[in-house]
């Protein structure tokens, strides 16, 4: 991963989102992980621990934070699945899995220290054969569940 400075962040995830969607290809899943860059531009890679409290997410993000806090990385690109709906089509009290129009994606996002965030959302099909149909790629904007992160930096 390249460093950043001024924060070009979509650098920073091109690679991560390109390896991830050829093993996808490939293997048809891959391991959810978490690259941590640190002030001297060294890269560390972790894997997220088994989560099965829901909502995942939380529990992954709680898991960068930390990593963050130890480490005193400047800048985190997240890769993991994640399920994604509109937000009226979530039932009270629920969360985006549990909507009628539900959908998989592989978010592979990238934040830093100064703010700076790029996100971006691929829509995955999974056939019967347990192959992946591997949609479009759209470029989000804040995501809520990085709050954890921010609050890792003092943001």
Do not use: Y
């Amino acid at each position: 991963m390249p460093q950043s400075g001024a924060s070009d962040l979509r650098e920073l995830v091109a690679e991560p989102h390109a390896i991830v969607l050829s093993v996808i290809r490939k293997d048809g899943e891959h391991a959810p992980m978490f690259f941590l860059r640190m002030p001297d531009g060294a890269v560390k890679v972790e894997e997220f621990d088994d989560a099965f409290e829901r909502p995942v997410g939380e529990a992954r993000m709680r898991q960068v934070a930390g990593a963050i806090r130890r480490t005193g990385a400047d800048a985190v690109v997240v890769v993991s699945e994640a399920w994604s709906s509109s937000q009226d089509a979530i039932p009270r009290g629920g969360l985006p899995g549990d909507a009628r129009d539900a959908r998989d994606v592989l978010v592979v996002a990238a934040l830093d220290r100064s703010g700076g965030e790029v996100l971006l959302m691929t829509d995955l099909r999974r056939r019967a054969d347990g192959s992946v149909e591997i949609g479009e790629t759209e470029q989000g904007g804040r995501a809520v569940m990085f709050d954890e992160l921010r609050n890792a930096w003092g943001r």
